[in-house]
T-cell receptor
């Protein structure tokens, strides 16, 4: 079936603006993760959902970042009052649920804050 | 929490030679260790993984070894080909539910034809 889908693929916004990044996981995958990848770095964990609830949000850098998954499928990462340091590729990933089933990544959203 | 260190950051090899990438981890509770390959502008893709109940796993030209005592694991690619050129990431996580993976900073592998 279809893989993890992320939209938009690219987003350019001005400093101070609000942005929403969307992730559509593989159908039936109960666990959904958001990571951030800066140039030349590995993916950095932000938050993960088990079903509708955020099971671990310890990676969110500050209260400008928030994510939801209201129906246990699509998730939206929301960033308020964007800063230039928020520029990165935001990766979404999902897995089917059993511990250590493979993690499948989307192509990411490249966010540029000018 | 877990901390994963990866070396080297860049690696160049001649086509046909072997490449080895090494990672260390800090959390003795970690027992799942996947490796991801990321080509330029593309998503990370799982290429091989190992669990702590085995010391080595092989899949064609790729192998991973794990030393739990020393808390390090390595990726070995034999008979390298130009299409192996990419950034490789190691990761680790404890075996507890869907605990997030912690990634290393990556190794940029260049295979020179």
């Amino acid at each position: 079936g279809a893989g993890v889908s992320q939209t938009p693929s690219n987003k350019v916004t001005e400093k101070g603006k609000y942005v929403e990044l969307r992730c559509d996981p593989i159908s039936g995958h109960t666990a959904l993760y958001w990571y951030r990848q800066s140039l030349g770095q590995g993916p950095e964990f932000l938050i993960y959902f088990q079903g509708t609830g955020a099971a671990d949000d310890s990676g969110l850098p500050n209260d400008r970042f928030f994510a939801v998954r209201p129906e246990g499928s699509v998730s939206t990462l929301k960033i308020q009052r964007t800063e230039r340091g928020d520029s990165a590729v935001y990766l979404c990933a999902s897995r089917s649920g059993p511990s250590h089933s493979p993690l499948h990544f989307g192509n990411g959203t490249r966010l540029t804050v000018t | 929490g877990e901390n994963v260190e990866q070396h080297p950051s860049t690696l160049s090899v001649q086509e046909g030679d072997s490449a080895v990438i090494k990672c260390t981890y800090s959390d003795s509770a970690s027992n799942y260790f996947p490796w991801y390959k990321q080509e330029l502008g593309k998503r990370p893709q799982l290429i091989i993984d190992i669990r702590s109940n085995v010391g080595e796993k092989k899949d064609q030209r790729i192998a991973v070894t794990l030393n739990k005592t020393a808390k390090h694991f390595s990726l070995h690619i034999t008979e390298t080909q130009p299409e192996d050129s990419a950034v490789y990431f190691c990761a680790a996580t404890p075996n507890s539910g869907n605990t997030p993976l912690v990634f290393g900073k990556g190794t940029r592998l260049s295979v020179i034809a």
